[in-house]
């Protein structure tokens, strides 16, 4: 137990009969004190928890108050909404009986924690101003969290000119940041230096100027903030310019803050005032005015979708719907508001509307296109709150879909998009809204945690971003605080937030007379908030400047652009996100989704071959959704981590999952349903192989049990007995050779024993087939030699002791402490006329055991690796609920190696409908301790190089180990700023580092495929079109029929691919989306088998934008969407 400290220590002070003496006797000695130097803040106000029922700054008497009541334990500052986000101020009146004595005089503080914001403090003795940062904390301190804290101090030093005998004032003022929790505080002297009671009077303590403009009888005032301190008895008091009368205000004891209206001034000027009481002047004051800036302010209201984590999904679910209901009765019951005050709800994604049009009655769905077309509504154009990175090209031009074909319902056009929480956006997300005709991007991510340094670069500094082929661009902001401003001002808007924001743009020099905020209410997944629309509507009434318009995205970009979009910067390069890392925390459910999203391109080609004008639009909504909930940012519940076996934790991630099966169910059934649509009867004992792509394929298939069963002799379409191989697995192998685009071919099966002749040169620990020679490590299992014959060079670098697929385990973030194989087993798996393989077994950290398999094909250059763990669960929360536990314990990562030999190589990285090279197309802000991956990476100098490829693991890290920022990371100065030249990666297969949202633990069966193919110079094309059949394989089906032996469509420039062909929804045309993955503009021409009529730039929305010509021109890294009529015919173009 401790006792609660009086404002003196014994030793300083004493009392007889209610007289105060006092004096220092050591030399120095503390004079006063606050608080007890214990590390605990119990004994002082609020304490330990209660920071919430602050009311009042902290006005504290040296001989008087009482620390226990008088003195809170937590400061508050302009971050924090429970204190009404603005500057905040503690006093300290004490009085000196003599002159101050010569000698050193000094204020001591210790603090136990802070939030997470860097706090910054201007401190005052007696008018002299000293300045004291404090770095950001652990953000447990303010509530009485048994974890420790990080605790500070700091000492300001002052001189005996600095004081003056009788009343000395020291104030305390956070001017910017968050709070801080105070162990003690106290102020020593020289000794003799002696306290007496505190002498009664009244003094100004401290003015702000607050930069509004408010109109009275045709004349402008600025409001001015006076601090007044009364050591007196209660009463009123005058205040007026000097010479002129003053208005009258009442005075309590203790701090007064007193607006003020002076007459506005429009340059910097000193006008004094005079306060006066009882006819008598007390003092006057000269303050300082600035110009007010005449700032607009746009509010943008809304929810931030999170698809679970506060409550299970189907709850948000009819929650965001009732959002919608509600925000349409409020544009509706404001509608005559003064103009700018009326209620605005902007959809943050078309998720709720899609659920709403879907399951809402008649009358309802009206309304919802009713207050679209008047302005209530706004629609933006992202489905839900993505992790970009995540997503394959389609998958992300798919994003963008449904917004347009709500609008268009609707009657109207999408033209902004809006994304929350997320940090960080794949560059091609630029390219998906240009298709979807996007102009404004309001980015707004998490404002603390594992953000890297995003807010620093970004926040309040709108620029032009372009997107990979140097043509499409988007007009992108962060605004203040980015989404969840409103979620620390739990009074709502208010005068003293309004000050603390215009001040804060002035700090940061923002050069504009127009900006805006987001406004989500008062938590992830808040129902609409209508006392903005009483607070502008009230504000309106007072003040004429900063005006406040509540309104849409479009509008407050589009007003912004108007004055200013001439002057913005232009930005090139990707925006790689830092929450996409999470998606490891569920490797085999992430697996699954990317196959799901490739498998369903391939089906929209299938069904644009066999029966196009039965085209199951819904069903590929439906599956797409799915996909596309999977790639949403919210994997699980708010305390997946903290508490990973609850309920809400558990039913939370089995929705989670579901989307992920869901959409590898229905993928499957729609392959499968277009395959079946083909005509004719069943040929007995055949195959075709389908190719869904716009290029020639010739590569390895294999054969299911059930499709090969007539035999082990492959015969091609003119009776050529082809080489053929039945696996161990029971699969039937052979080479499909020349499967032209959009097109199959047809091979027989029958009786017989394919020939077992290897065609392969083998050893314990080495495969060759002529042109890859590669050998294994008898103690790691890892690749050490990967040798290409053609090109003379062993490309892999074993001189850092790792080897090509080295599994390295870590667990905590300490990379000194990794943890690798030491003891293998290897078998030659398979070795035939077709193919070879390796199989390496071991126990591996991390695991229960890992089967790694190498394989060859005969006259292919390439290595097909598959990694399968039986993966351990992670050590849970021995304590549930521990957030300091969640945040660092208990965690692991498994990073493959990949080092590379390319003397002089540089690594490039695809992403949807980009290539980039880390750290030099990466803009400010972007992630660099680790790198989503779309289908491929390469490191090649300007002779050779090799291409690797990744089916499941969408994560790199570029050079080392440098994914080990474990739980809330809140300090952008951690984050990896530079990417040095390197031609070593790692595949970040799967971890658990986040200490919320995503899941604590994984285990059971997980695989991760890679590939690896040695070539000369890089070739942009070639290795797009090798990873893309891996990602997207040739078709094995049962024979029907004639078949598909003609190709629908042939590109006449090899150069381009095809990301996508499906039917159009309306059943008129082919969609056809073109990607040139060069570094030149091409042009080509569509040589199509059917009739086709009349091609049109299209949207994502499938609607004929702009006649094309027949030679259709696509930039370099450029993506273009084409409608082809199924035959001649004009179309109308909008």
């Keep these: 137990m401790k006792r609660i400290a009086m404002s003196l220590v014994t030793f300083c002070l004493f009392f007889t009969a209610g007289k105060l003496n006092g004096y220092a006797q050591n030399q120095p000695a503390l004079l006063w004190q606050i608080g007890t130097a214990d590390n605990s803040s119990n004994e002082l106000a609020l304490a330990p928890e209660h920071y919430a029922k602050f009311t009042k700054d902290a006005f504290y008497r040296v001989g008087r108050s009482v620390a226990a009541k008088d003195w809170p334990y ?54 002299k101003i000293f300045t004291q940062t404090l770095a950001s ?95 007196s008895d209660t009463g009123n008091i005058k205040i007026g310019l000097a010479g002129k009368p003053g208005t009258s205000y009442p005075l309590t004891a203790g701090l007064n803050n007193i607006t003020l209206a002076l007459p506005a001034v429009t340059q910097d000027s000193t006008v004094t005032i005079a306060v006066a009481q009882k006819g008598k002047q007390l003092f006057t004051k000269d303050i300082r005015l600035s110009p007010v800036r005449k700032m607009t302010v746009y509010i943008l209201p809304h929810s931030h979708n999170d698809i679970g984590y506060t409550e299970i999904q189907t709850n948000v679910e009819r929650k965001q719907m009732n959002n919608l209901l509600t925000g349409i009765a409020y544009a509706k019951q404001t509608r005559d508001y003064p103009a700018g005050a009326r209620f605005v709800w902007n959809l943050e994604g078309v998720y709720a509307a899609d659920l709403f049009m879907n399951r809402m009655n008649a009358q309802q769905k009206a309304d919802l296109v009713a207050a679209v077309k008047d302005g209530g509504v706004a629609l933006n154009g992202m489905y839900l709150n993505t992790l970009t ?58 404002y603390f ?113 108007d004055k200013y979009g001439t002057q913005l910067p232009e930005v090139h390069g990707d925006w790689t996100g830092y929450w996409e890392d999470g998606a490891g925390s569920s490797a085999l459910e992430t697996a699954e989704n990317r196959a799901s999203s490739s498998r369903l391109t391939q089906a929209g080609a299938l069904w644009a ?7 199951p639009a819904d069903s590929f909504h439906e599956a797409w959704k799915n996909v596309i909930l999977y790639s949403e940012h919210t994997w699980g519940a ?63 298939v294999t054969l299911s049990r059930e499709l090969s069963a007539a035999g082990d002799i492959v015969k091609d379409a003119a009776g050529t007995i082809i080489p053929s191989q039945r696996l161990t697995t029971g699969e039937l192998a052979f080479v499909a050779k020349n499967i032209p685009p959009f097109a199959s071919g047809r091979f027989f099966i029958s009786a017989g024993k394919a020939a077992t002749t290897s065609s392969f040169t083998t050893g314990q620990y080495m495969l060759d087939n002529g042109i890859i020679r590669l050998t294994i490590n008898p103690q790691t299992g890892a690749i050490n030699s990967l040798k290409h014959a053609a090109l003379g060079n062993d490309f892999a670098d074993t001189t850092s002791g790792e080897g090509l697929n080295d599994y390295l385990y870590l667990a905590g973030k300490d990379t000194t402490a990794l943890q690798h194989i030491k003891e293998v087993t290897v078998q030659l798996r398979e070795n035939g006329p077709v193919l070879a393989s390796l199989q390496i077994r071991s126990q591996a950290p991390g695991c229960t055991q890992l089967l790694r398999e190498v394989t060859l094909v005969k006259d292919f250059g390439y290595v097909d690796i598959v990694n399968h763990l039986d993966k351990k669960p992670a050590e849970l929360n021995p304590y549930p609920g521990d957030y300091g536990w969640a945040n660092t314990q208990g965690k692991e990562s498994l990073n493959i190696a990949f080092p590379f030999h390319v003397p002089g190589g540089e690594i490039k990285v695809n992403i949807p409908m980009a290539m980039i090279r880390p750290g030099k197309d990466q803009i400010p802000g972007a992630c660099k301790n680790w790198l989503e991956v779309g289908n491929w990476a390469d490191v090649s100098n300007s002779n050779m190089g090799i291409s690797w490829v990744s089916l499941d693991a969408p994560l790199i890290e570029v050079g080392g ?48 495929r890679y590939a690896l193919q040695p070539h000369a110079a890089f070739d942009a094309t070639a290795v797009t079109k090798f990873a893309t059949g891996k990602a997207e394989p040739l078709i094995a089906t049962p024979a029907l029929g004639e078949g598909l032996h003609t190709s629908l469509l042939q590109l006449s420039n090899t150069q381009l691919v095809t990301l996508a062909l499906k039917p159009s929804e309306d059943g008129k045309a082919w969609m056809v989306t073109l990607y040139n993955p060069g570094s030149s503009a091409a042009a080509t021409t569509l040589q199509w088998s059917a009739p086709a009529g009349s091609q049109y730039f299209s949207n994502t929305a499938e609607q004929p934008v702009k006649e094309a010509g027949k030679d259709i021109t696509v930039d370099a890294q450029g993506v273009v969407t084409l409608r082809v009529e199924k035959r001649s015919g004009a179309v109308t173009t909008r």
Aim: aromatic share 12%; glycine share 8%; net charge neutral.
């Design 74 to 127: 937590a400061q508050p500052g302009p971050d924090d909404g429970w204190a009404g986000n603005t500057t905040h101020t503690s006093s300290i009146l004490f009085a000196l009986r003599d002159k101050p004595l010569p000698g050193n005089y000094q204020l001591q503080v210790k603090t136990i924690d802070a939030g997470h914001s860097q706090v910054q403090l201007r401190i005052s003795v007696n008018g």
């Design 137 to 231: 904390g652990k953000a447990r301190g303010i509530h009485g969290n048994r974890q420790p804290g990080s605790p500070a101090s700091f000492d300001i030093n002052i001189t005996a000119d600095d004081l003056k005998a009788g009343n000395n004032i020291i104030t305390i003022t956070t001017e910017k940041g968050s709070w801080f929790v105070y162990d003690w505080l106290g102020f020593s002297a020289p000794a003799g230096t002696r306290l007496q009671a505190v002498q009664p009077g009244i003094t100004a303590e401290s003015w702000q100027a607050l930069p509004f403009l408010q109109e009275k009888n045709g004349q402008s005032f600025q409001p001015c903030l006076l601090s007044i301190a009364n050591n």
């Design 389 to 446: 990175g995540l997503c394959r090209p389609e998958e992300l031009l798919q994003l963008f879909r449904y917004s347009n074909k709500l609008a268009a319902q609707c009657g109207t056009t999408i033209q902004s998009a809006m994304i929350s929480d997320v940090p960080g956006y794949t560059w091609g997300t630029v390219t998906a809204m240009a298709q979807a005709g996007i102009r404004y991007f309001s980015a707004a991510p998490n």
């Design 449 to 561: 945690d594992r953000i890297g340094d995003i807010l620093v670069q970004w926040e309040d500094k709108p620029f032009w971003w372009f997107g990979p082929s140097g043509k499409d661009k988007v007009l992108v902001w962060i605004p203040y605080r980015g989404y969840a401003m409103s979620h620390g001002l739990p009074n709502g808007l208010t005068t003293s937030f309004v000050g603390s924001y215009m001040k804060e743009l002035e700090q940061k020099k923002f050069p504009y007379d127009i900006t805006y905020i987001r406004w989500s209410g008062h938590g992830d997944n808040a129902v609409p908030d209508p006392s903005i629309s009483e607070f502008v509507k009230d504000w309106s009434s007072k003040y004429t400047w900063p005006k406040f318009i509540i309104s849409s995205t479009t509008t407050a970009f589009r007003a912004f652009e």
């Design 609 to 615: 071959m066999t029966a196009p004008d039965k085209f």
């Design 638 to 700: 708010d305390e997946s981590v903290t508490r990973p076996l609850t309920q809400k934790t558990m039913e939370q991630w089995i929705i989670k999952k579901s989307y992920a099966t869901n959409a590898d169910s229905l993928s499957l059934a729609l392959t499968q349903g277009a395959l079946s649509k083909q005509s004719g009867t069943a040929v007995a004992n055949a195959v075709d192989i389908v190719n869904t792509s716009s290029w020639p394929r010739t590569e390895l």
């Design 961 to 1008: 180990i440098t994914a080990n920022l474990l739980g809330g990371q809140t300090n952008p100065a951690v984050w990896r700023k530079t990417i040095e030249p390197t031609q070593k990666f790692y595949s970040w297969a799967l971890n658990n580092h986040w200490e919320t949202n995503y899941r604590a633990y994984q285990l059971g069966h997980i695989y991760f």
